[in-house]
Structures are given as structure tokens and as C-alpha cells.
């Protein structure tokens, strides 16, 4: 049996196999752990600023979607996300 529902398995492969996760030139950057405290706390607050906003984007999406199948694969993302 599956570890993953099928939308997690179908989200896993896409985003495992894309460019930005293969060959991240700014991950392989900061890998080597050479940031400045300043550059650091950028990428802290940059963060933030995307975890507050992607709550309410995906609840909006699930809001708005056209489909139940939507509805319910956006609210598996929102209850992941939110620890649920």
C-alpha cells in the first residue's frame, strides 16, 4: 500500500523531478552555508511573508474552486500545511 494519497504521490513525482528542485543554483548556494547574517534574514522574513499569504491563497482557491475533486484536493493541502 501507498504511503502518500494519490495527490501526494502525483504532487511528489512532478515536484521531485522539477528544475527548480534538481538544480537549484540557489540552494546549492546557500548549502554552503556562506551567507551573511543580513542575507539570512532576508530569506527568514521572505519566508514568513510567503507561509502568511499561501494560507489564505489556498483557502481562496478552495473557496473559488469549480469542483468538488478541487474543493477537496485543495483542502488536503490547507490541512497538510496547517498540521492537521
Given at each position: 500500500?501507498?504511503?502518500?494519497?494519490?495527490?501526494?504521490?502525483?504532487?511528489?513525482?512532478?515536484?521531485?523531478?522539477?528544475?527548480?528542485?534538481?538544480?537549484?543554483?540557489?540552494?546549492?548556494?546557500?548549502?554552503?552555508?556562506?551567507?551573511?547574517?543580513?542575507?539570512?534574514?532576508?530569506?527568514?522574513?521572505?519566508?514568513?511573508?510567503?507561509?502568511?499569504?499561501?494560507?489564505?491563497?489556498?483557502?481562496?482557491?478552495?473557496?473559488?474552486?469549480?469542483?468538488?475533486?478541487?474543493?477537496?484536493?485543495?483542502?488536503?493541502?490547507?490541512?497538510?500545511e496547517i498540521g492537521v
Amino acid at each position: 500500500a501507498s504511503v502518500h494519497s494519490p495527490l501526494a504521490s502525483s504532487a511528489l513525482t512532478a515536484v521531485s523531478s522539477h528544475p527548480v528542485v534538481t538544480r537549484n543554483e540557489y540552494c546549492s548556494w546557500f548549502a554552503k552555508g556562506e551567507a551573511t547574517d543580513e542575507q539570512v534574514k532576508d530569506l527568514v522574513v521572505q519566508f514568513s511573508v510567503f507561509s502568511n499569504l499561501f494560507l489564505l491563497a489556498q483557502l481562496n482557491k478552495v473557496i473559488n474552486s469549480p469542483t468538488l475533486e478541487g474543493a477537496r484536493e485543495g483542502k488536503e493541502i490547507l490541512a497538510n500545511e496547517i498540521g492537521v
